[in-house]
């Protein structure tokens, strides 16, 4: 199965009803199975720009990189696909940027992002992630958080583009037809638990637009204390 042509996506970001800006960004490019969501540091300089320029280089790099990569397996001891190391350089080539910004303008200095991306590629799922911006899956009556989460506030573990170097975690797995993946930041999962979140998905199985909605809803309604975004991508069956 090639899971670049067998998917379906939706997307939503919103304000939520406490911040005065969406410092969120998402993308999908259904055409490469590329989805990238970052959640700008809340309290940081210019968290806006920094999750802009998250998405928007790392998806340029990942088109560039797609080109020479191919889908054929590394040799080395993670049995990664060449893809990920795609990904992973992709987001390694975004903190350096956002960083690089953020030392020579004095009203960027500080910012930093969130992000959290995947890609669909043959029969795979490559995710790379910053932050506490999460990928869940939901496979048959299965409801599971894939990354783990590096806080990023008020702890600052883990961000994209506040240090010269990053860290980034680097995953890989088969996707099935019928496998949900919600990519989501915390303005979601601070105001809906893992358990009402997988009922509506289970809900709108079916209609991941409605879904989207019906998430970014619960959170608002729950107090919309964050920026709320989600993209859930599904594997037809």
């Known amino acids: 199965m090639n ?24 993308l999908t490019d259904a055409d490469t199975g590329v989805v990238i969501l970052a959640d700008g540091l809340g309290g940081h300089n210019a968290g806006e720009v920094a999750s802009a320029l998250a998405v928007t280089v790392t ?17 080395d001891e993670t049995g990664l696909s060449s893809i990920s190391r795609v990904v992973e350089q992709a987001v390694i080539h975004a903190n350096s940027a956002i960083h690089a910004k953020a030392q020579k303008e004095a009203e960027y200095r ?25 990928l869940y899956r939901k496979r048959g009556q299965n409801f599971t958080q894939l990354t783990e989460d590096h806080f990023t ?50 809900e709108h199985d079916s209609d991941l637009d409605q879904a989207a909605r019906e998430l970014v809803q619960r959170a608002n309604e729950n107090g919309g204390k964050d920026n709320i975004s989600v993209i859930l991508v599904k594997i037809r069956k």
């Open 3 to 26: 899971a670049t042509g067998n998917i379906t996506s939706a997307a939503l970001s919103d304000r939520g009803r406490k911040r005065l800006q969406n410092e969120d960004s998402i």
């Open 59 to 75: 998806h340029e790099q990942i088109l560039q990189g797609l080109k020479d990569a191919g889908s054929n397996r590394t040799d």
């Open 110 to 134: 500080g910012m930093g992002t969130t992000i959290v991306v995947c890609v669909f590629h043959d029969d795979l799922i490559t995710t790379a992630h910053v932050g506490d911006s999460r």
């Open 153 to 202: 506030w008020p702890w600052l573990d883990r961000a994209l583009g506040v240090e010269e170097d990053v860290l980034v975690d680097v995953m890989e797995e088969s996707v099935l037809p019928g496998d949900t993946y919600l990519l989501c930041s915390d303005g979601l999962t601070d105001m809906v638990n893992d358990s009402d979140i997988q009922a509506t998905l289970t």
